[in-house]
């Protein structure tokens, strides 16, 4: 008998699936939204979504919020949002606003496993954001 390897060991379900489609449009739509720089230096192209609030929260669909993302390149994704905490978070709520700031810590720390209906809406909206604003984009979304 074949010994399985870990991937064919456990099949994902339909709805991890689902989550990490998610995960790809919310992650391309901040790249396309923040024009593929990164937010902190200036400097691009560069993808790579940063979350404020952890992926690991799930409650309220705040891991797919794309206010709760910003484009960093990796140099200043490692040194400035990982190590600098305190000062990334004062940084980002004046990016996004105080208000907003608010909604979203109360969203992360809400909790509760959001149903799969919901995740199908998030996906609708994310798709339907992320052509609008590809249809207004005049990058090709192609790292050099």
Known sequence: MKKKTKKQKRAKN????LEKE???LVAELTWVR????CQKC?????????HAFNRTYKGDGIRWDPRNLVNFCWPCHLYWAEVK??????WFIARIGEATWLELKRMALQGGKITTDALRQIKENLTA???RLKKGSEYDGKLQ
């Open 14 to 17: 339909p709805r991890e699936f």
């Open 129 to 131: 954001e992320l052509n």
């Open 85 to 90: 905490h305190e000062e990334f978070r004062d």
């Open 34 to 37: 923040d024009n593929y720089t």
């Open 42 to 50: 200036l400097r691009g192209p560069c993808k790579n979504a940063h």
């Open 22 to 24: 998610l995960d790809g």
